[in-house]
């Protein structure tokens, strides 16, 4: 399975666009790139999916260059309850195997 | 309605102790996960089924043992209890379309070994 490499942290002011990109340089041809989002004593919460180009939901906005080897989440607008950790994860779609990174932790300040 | 619920949410015990843990789910999946989430917030795969049969086994101690008695329950008895047991369990469950895959996962199990 293609590891993924985030940045441990960010910190963000309210209202601004945060993008958080992940590294997954051994993405495979079937692998689909998929986020989460974490609260404190929560479990995690599929946030959005997607193969190629972009992807936009009302959560949120996913980037993915041609060659696959990254991708970029966009939070647009993020507020104080933004403030979670943020998982990128790369794997076959329907795979029973999945790995989650360390993930990136996102701080909003007001 | 709760999608994905485990039950208890807190577990408190001693060293040596077997305990329970049980999720259910019903969303009319046919996969169902356990993941253990340490003190690091690392979040690691234990355990994945498939329509009540165990497909992945993340080299779990033995002392862990899940058990599906159908598509919507997936429990998890534990022997002998260790401290380092003591984390943050989550269920979670996916229905496995070609195509798309979505993890939806319980509120968590927190366990603590004394």
């Known amino acids: 399975l293609a590891k993924t490499t985030q940045p441990i942290s960010m910190d963000s002011y309210e209202g601004q666009e945060v993008n958080i990109t992940c590294s997954h340089n051994n993405i495979a041809t079937n692998d689909y790139i998929t986020w989460y989002q974490q609260f404190p004593s929560q479990g995690p919460r599929f946030i959005i999916q997607g193969y190629k180009t972009k992807v936009t939901n009302e959560v949120a906005s996913l980037f993915i260059p041609a060659d696959r080897k990254s991708s970029t989440l966009s939070l647009p607008r993020v507020s104080l309850s933004d403030t979670a950790v943020y998982y990128c994860?790369?794997?076959?779609?329907?795979?029973?195997?999945?790995?989650f990174g360390a993930g990136t932790r996102l701080f909003v300040k007001a | 309605d709760t999608a994905v619920s485990q039950t208890p949410k807190y577990l408190v015990t001693q060293m040596g102790n077997d305990k329970s843990i049980k999720c259910e789910q019903n969303?009319?999946?046919?996969?169902m996960y356990w993941y253990k989430q340490d003190s690091k917030k690392f979040l690691k795969i234990m355990f994945s089924y498939n329509n009540k049969e165990l497909i992945i086994n993340e080299t779990v101690p033995n002392r862990f043992s899940p058990k599906s008695p159908d598509k919507a329950h997936l429990n998890l008895h534990i022997n002998s209890l260790e401290l380092g047991d003591s984390a943050v369990y989550f269920c979670?469950?996916?229905?496995?379309?070609?195509?798309?895959?979505?993890?939806?996962f319980g509120p968590g199990t927190r366990l603590l070994v004394l």
């Open positions: 979670a469950s996916s229905l496995r379309l070609a195509g798309q895959e979505t993890q939806y």
């Open positions: 994860l790369v794997g076959i779609t329907g795979g029973f195997k999945t790995i």
């Open positions: 969303l009319g999946h046919d996969t």
